[in-house]
């Protein structure tokens, strides 16, 4: 506490051990340090410091946080490498410091009431905060139903927003917010090199990045999905890591996954300790409600299930630091939306003018009319937005492939695929670590050549060609398969029954969705079979609102039945 500043933290201790506990002060203590992550660039950072005068008081990467930004002023923040979410309180200057990572890995949310300023790497933490009251955003929630997750700073709480990736904010004693980007992927400028120098330049950078992040004092294990992005890291760790190396993979369908067998492969080439997770006993549904409470942010990834259970099975074998794969296909264009040409893309573009005709069609095209309560229809004219902005944000430099990639990187992958990969791992203790999304990786994919990156109808083609020869796998003539976990053929029999009795009547539910057109799903659930996801949809949100809204600070048990929670 200084005055009217407080901060508070609660470590998972992966530097220094024992002497990294937080907050940190300045040798004056006039400066004072919370953060979360990773600071992979730490040793030459001291050392640079050091030099400089600077005195350490712990071995934590997070204090080279604290005496960069005494050296340099707020330029410090460029000169970290890593993933990031940190406050740090200038007693000297009266003003605080918020800033997030590059591409928004860590989490950092913040909200302003009357009673004042308040920001947590937890929007849960936030729902303490004097005044501020837990009401859904309508626009955040179509986007939700749209897109699978609320994209833009705004969140699904009306009032809490989240620190932008890339951006120091500056917070001075009369309460005035002033933001300073740091990084923006717009400024990347295309590269011109033929296939031999960018696989030289990609195995450089890759060797560099993954020599950064295989920094711990604790074991280190791996998610080995069998594809090309985690076979890719795996390689990359086993050049410079010859320790023990224990790996996870998870398959609904053992017997036949094609993924699970070459993942199989690499674990016996590489000498890894391989554990083959399936569905958990009891079935999908009940992990639900754990999965909504650790995930803060309402997303509907099938992955985030498996994920959770990779990040138990984990913490069982006493690991806290796992390598994965997360990113691949944005920054090497992997999803087959980015091969679709642009003469195809044209009517789309013509029905929603500035989005080049790239995700413009939403998860709720086909029910929308029939579920969404009038406030909720009337939000959804605009969910598309935040997609025909980054569009239009793309430099006249970008071809149409790397403003898709772009698109993604600032939507789907900040706030979808990157709530998964931290929460969910988080949730047991686990940091997770994604090479592939460093920002130096980032960039260099995003200014390849086109032509470096997708083919014909395969993408990743650099990525492929180079994991191919690292692994003798051959990716170059594999085909993306995706990651999940089927949990709409549990809605049946008994359990549907149950459930139509519960969801409809959640007061969320009651507020944003038409009751009739959910009556109507779940009648054609229980004869077409047909409509799982829309209704796992809704569970999800019915699940989220009585967790974060109605009964904020009631953590469910690690396995519930939904029905039990909604009762």
Known sequence: MDGRVGLAHARLSIIDLEGGRQPIYSEDRRLVLVANGEIYNAPELRALLTARGCKFSTGSDSETILHAYREFGDDFVERLHGMFAFALWDAGAGRLLLARDRLGIKPLFWTRTPAGLAFASEIKALLAWPELSAEVNPSALAQYFEMQCAVGEHTLLAGVEGVPPGELLSINASGEVHSRPYWDPLAIRPLEVNAAQAIELLDETLHTVTREHLRSDV?????????????????????????PLTAFSYSGDPGGDPDL???????????????????????????LPAMLWFSDSLIDDRACLPSLELARAARAENLKVVFTGEGGDEVFAGYSRYRKPRFARLPAALRARGSGGFRTRGKADRWRADLFAPELLAADRHWRDRNQQAWRAGRRTFSDLARMQYTDMVTSLREQLLVKADRMLMAHGIEGRVPLLDHRVVELGLALPDHLKVRGRTGKVLLRAWAQDATGVPYSRMRKRGFGAPIGQELCGRRLDQLEQVVPANVGVRRWIRGDGLRGMFSRQRHRGDAGRVLVAVLQFA?????????????????????????
């Open 261 to 287: 067998a070459f993942a199989c492969s690499l674990a016996r080439k590489f000498g890894l300790h391989h554990h083959v997770l399936g569905s958990p006993a009891g079935g999908l549904l009940d992990r």
């Open 219 to 243: 074991p280190i294990g791996l998610f080995l999905s069998g594809g090309v992005d985690s076979a890719a890291v795996l390689a990359l760790m086993r050049r410079q890591y010859t320790g």
């Open 543 to 567: 699940l989220w609102h009585r967790l974060h809204v109605e009964f904020p600070g009631q953590c469910p048990a690690d396995r519930q039945d939904p029905v039990e929670v909604l009762a």
